[in-house]
């Protein structure tokens, strides 16, 4: 699926890896582009960090092509235009925060007040200013996150591939950390989010790719991989065979209550259909009290979908 | 650049460890406890010297070819703590990175897997061969003070010395990238210990029955190339003694330097060729290794 006038940032192509006979990722194919907020969803042990190890070069691919901001993963230019927080990051202990980030920053060629002010700039948007001279050693789990994730955008890269990164975090933190995300989004940043934190990624990603037993399932927009029925409850003042056969000629299903024969179940296809509801039941003359769409979330869709996977 | 940048932050590593401060202590706890027993051994000597040497020698001569024997008693642990310090401190160069983690941050950096491992190399090279030049003089500058022994062929000897790190940095070096650290360092020190034994051996099996020492010999020799290190030691130890016309004159026979712990005869040039091909290949082997693994 090809967006018009965006540049890739990511594209993979047929990829395989096999670790010592087992296969932890196969045929993977997707495109991730610029500007784009892409979550990838998947059970343990399902290949996610496997393709975030390949995209970042620390595992080299069986088979199969991929391309970073139009390059081979091993350019040079292009790695300075990444940066990439693994999940439960261990970073060197006797480093203080600002010597550790100015490590990472002179490898990506910063120099001089350049590095000073990047420094002094992403401990600030992580809630770590005034912790220049504290040793990693003494760091939290937490803090230890958001010291990756300012490494991660020292540089100001396009694409930041984060792999889990609110686990470590308490809920100020992942509060913090969601925002952080939201802002580099806004300010042009692609991210690559890597996360079992499905209300996170439902709320930042514009696309997402589940995967599972090292396939992907379902890459797209989250609102179009809802493929089940959307569910509207309807409470009338009385429910008419004229109302219930003109529901019938829109919906996909219509049950009526049981308990309470003014409550109706309505199935439809999608929230445009949903729309149609009101107008029918206005037509018939019935006064309507409720019309509530179950809401479907990126949850229910994941679990359903590697459900089906797995059966 | 970045190769400049990984060589400095692995010294400042090293620097920040416990382990380094410990040696850098240790160290000089032992060039005072050296001092102070020497002159007390020095103060023995001369009172005993007439009777100590049979009168044959006089003072000074026999305090020169005591300093013979300082020599290659004390560069012989500088020997042993610097092979040590090297395997204790190397072992886990890049194994230890991998199992940390912390390599997840720095590979996918604008910098190639080459620039890491020769990086560390450098730094951890650079360690290794001041911590030894700076022992090896401070014990010699020492035994000179006290006895006035200094070898002729001194910076021969630092050079096989140093040699001799550079071939067991390049060993840690490749383990490094192939097997984990306690495995690497397990392998390093029993292939280290193994090589002097070897020599012990051969030494009594010679002095026992000389024609049948053929296939010891060359098992000696096998095990020279896989581990050079005794065998550069014995060079060493060669270049810290006086040139043959002195040895009389300090009362010394060549002979009771051909042990399995020293040597009367030049380390041969084919082994130093040899010795320059172990210690620019191995790292590079392990560069290869590196770039293909997966971490």
């Known amino acids: 699926m090809e967006k018009k006038g965006l540049a890739p940032v990511i594209e993979v192509d047929g990829l395989r890896k096999v670790y010592h006979r087992i296969v932890a990722v196969d045929e993977v194919s997707f495109v991730m582009y610029h500007g784009e907020a892409f979550g990838f969803l998947g059970p343990n042990g399902a290949g996610k960090s496997t393709v975030v190890k390949i995209l970042t070069g620390l595992v080299t691919p069986t088979r199969g092509t991929v391309r970073v901001l139009g390059n081979p993963i091993n350019h040079r230019e292009t790695r300075k235009r990444i940066g990439y927080l693994p999940e439960l990051p261990t970073f060197h202990r006797w480093l203080q925060a600002r010597e550790f980030l100015e490590f990472h920053g002179r490898l990506y060629g910063l120099r001089g007040p350049l590095l000073e002010k990047r420094c002094r700039e992403v401990l600030a948007l992580v809630g770590l200013s005034g912790k220049e001279h504290q040793k990693l050693g003494t760091f939290s789990k937490g803090m230890m996150q958001r010291i990756g994730l300012a490494q991660a955008i020292l540089n100001r890269p396009d694409l930041v591939l984060l792999d889990e990164l609110v686990s470590g975090l308490d809920p100020v933190g992942q509060r913090d950390m969601r925002e952080l995300l939201r802002q580099l989004k806004a300010e042009g940043m692609s991210i690559f989010l890597n996360s079992h934190q499905l209300a996170d990624v439902e709320a930042l990603c514009d696309r997402v790719a589940i995967i599972n037993q090292g396939r992907i399932l379902k890459v797209g927009a989250p609102h179009s991989l809802f493929d089940e029925p959307l569910t509207v409850e309807i409470r009338v003042d009385a429910v008419s065979t004229q109302l219930l056969h003109r529901l019938g000629s829109v919906a996909l299903a219509v049950r009526q209550d049981e308990e309470n024969l003014c409550r109706l179940l309505v199935e439809v296809q999608n929230d445009e259909a949903a729309a149609d509801i009101a107008a029918i039941v206005y037509e018939c003359g019935a006064r309507l009290y409720t019309l509530a769409p179950h809401q479907r979330s990126l949850e229910q869709l994941f679990l359903r979908t590697i459900d089906a996977s797995n059966s | ?295």
């Open chain 2, 1 to 295: 650049m970045t190769l400049a940048l990984i060589t400095r932050f692995t010294l400042q590593e090293a620097i920040r460890r416990r382990l380094f401060l410990a040696v850098l202590i240790l160290s000089t706890l032992l060039l005072v406890a050296f001092i102070i027993l020497l002159s007390i051994a020095i103060n023995l000597i001369q009172s005993n010297s007439s009777t100590a040497n049979g009168g044959t020698l006089s003072p000074h001569l026999f305090l020169l070819s005591g300093g013979v024997f300082f020599d290659i008693l004390m560069i012989w642990l500088v020997y042993l703590l610097s092979s040590l310090l090297t395997i204790v401190l190397t072992a886990n160069m890049i194994s230890g990175e991998v199992e940390a983690g912390t390599f997840a941050v720095i590979v996918p950096k604008p910098i190639s897997r080459a620039e890491i491992v020769m990086g560390k190399w450098l730094g951890f090279a650079l360690i290794i061969v001041v911590y030894t030049a700076l022992m090896f003089f401070a014990l010699l500058a020492i035994i000179y003070w006290k006895t006035g022994y200094w070898p002729e062929q001194v910076f021969s000897a630092l050079g096989t010395l140093e040699l001799t790190m550079l071939a067991l940095l390049g060993l840690t070096t490749m383990g490094s990238a192939f097997v984990p650290t306690i495995v690497n360092g397990a392998i390093v020190l029993v292939l280290f210990i193994v090589a002097p034994i070897a020599s012990i051996v051969q030494f009594v099996v010679q002095a026992i029955k000389p024609t049948q020492s053929l296939a010891l010999q060359n098992i000696g020799t096998v095990i020279n190339l896989i581990i050079p290190t005794d065998a550069l030691w014995h060079g060493t130890s060669f270049f810290l003694l006086p040139s043959a016309q002195i040895f009389p004159l300090l009362g010394l026979s060549t002979d009771s330097f051909n042990t399995p712990f020293t040597s009367t005869q030049p380390v041969a040039p084919a082994l130093l060729i040899w010795v320059a091909f172990y210690i620019l290949v191995l790292p590079l082997i392990a560069v290869v290794r590196f770039q293909r693994r997966d971490l």
